[in-house]
């Protein structure tokens, strides 16, 4: 005579609590009128991002071409 076999099986599962990305453009940048400054984000941290830079401060004068590589 065959008796049932009884499982149990428990899981347990943790995961890491979500921690968003993290953008760093780099250091601040000072320079004078016509020099090319590159922004890459490469030194960001965490899932991918998308990227918009923004002007902090600046002579009214000042104009600015924001361009993909």
Do not use: K
Request: net charge neutral; charged share 15%; with cysteine.
């Amino acid at each position: 005579m065959s008796r049932p076999l009884g499982l149990s099986l428990l899981l347990l599962g943790a995961c890491a609590p979500a921690v968003g990305p993290t953008a760093d453009a780099g250091f601040n940048v000072h320079g004078a009128p016509g020099q090319i400054y590159s922004f890459d984000g490469s030194a960001s941290a965490g899932d991918s991002l998308t990227f918009r830079w923004t002007v902090l401060d600046a002579p009214p004068q000042a104009e600015f071409t924001l361009r993909r590589r």
